[in-house]
């Protein structure tokens, strides 16, 4: 099945690293996505990975795969609190021709001063 | 910059009201996706478009139409708006070229009362 998890919510203190987990389903998945949810707006894309990377950073972002688990984890190193929002795990599937999205719950991120 | 317009930001309608959510992507993207958003459940797929005129069942498609009718303008339809409709709407745009990542609105909070 189509199934992407996540924890729901992760408080961490400002300058602290936060790390956010995901595990998901489908193996064939192509691309992993990490999207940001500020409070009131729609979702904004991140950062992805492509499914034969192991890792990719990002400035304060790092994206690590492991894809014998189906693990997706999202690392910000020095959390402010403008880090504090949801944040979704997506992966890619191919359904009939069709890329389609799945997303996880959300985490959401709670950054105190 | 890719953007996406919802037509209204928050709405309040009554059960039994037809109701009508606009979109409007203008990078000329093919395909067009309505999610709905609910606390602890995610992201659910409610329809897609990968051209105009065409339109698909996602996962939570009951009680939902949809229609476009030109390119840039994906149209989300309670037939008849009920209270477990509530929810935020948001809808989102994808070429077919690059990472398959998807392009979000701001969303639409819609209560049914």
């Known amino acids: 099945g189509e199934d992407v998890e996540q924890s729901l919510f992760l408080s961490v203190r400002e300058g602290d690293s936060s790390v956010i987990n995901c595990t998901y389903t489908d193996s064939s998945s192509t691309y992993l996505y990490w999207y940001k949810q500020e409070p009131g707006a729609g979702l904004q894309l991140l950062t992805y990975?492509?499914?034969?990377?192991d890792m990719k950073q990002d400035q304060r972002l790092t994206v690590l795969l492991n894809k014998k688990d189906k693990h997706l984890s999202l690392r910000i190193a020095d959390t402010q609190t403008g880090d504090s929002a949801i944040y979704f795990c997506?992966?890619?599937?191919?359904?009939?021709?069709?890329?389609?999205?799945?997303f996880g719950t959300g985490t959401r991120l709670l950054v105190s001063p | 910059d890719v953007k996406v317009t919802q037509s209204s930001r928050y709405l309040v309608k009554r059960t039994g009201e037809k109701v009508f959510l606009e979109c409007v992507q203008d990078m000329d993207h093919e395909n067009m996706f309505w999610y709905r958003q609910d606390p602890g459940l995610g992201l659910r797929l409610i329809y897609f478009?990968?051209?105009?005129?065409?339109?698909e069942k996602g996962d939570i498609p009951e009680g939902y139409s949809v229609s476009r009718e030109k390119k840039e303008r994906f149209s989300l339809i309670l037939e008849s708006a009920s209270t477990n409709q509530t929810s935020m709407y948001l809808c989102a745009s994808r070429g077919f070229l690059g990472t398959y990542e998807q392009y979000f609105g701001p969303g639409t909070r819609l209560t049914v009362t």
């Open positions: 990975i492509f499914s034969n990377m």
């Open positions: 478009s990968y051209d105009v005129k065409m339109k």
């Open positions: 997506a992966e890619s599937i191919e359904r009939t021709g069709f890329q389609k999205l799945v």
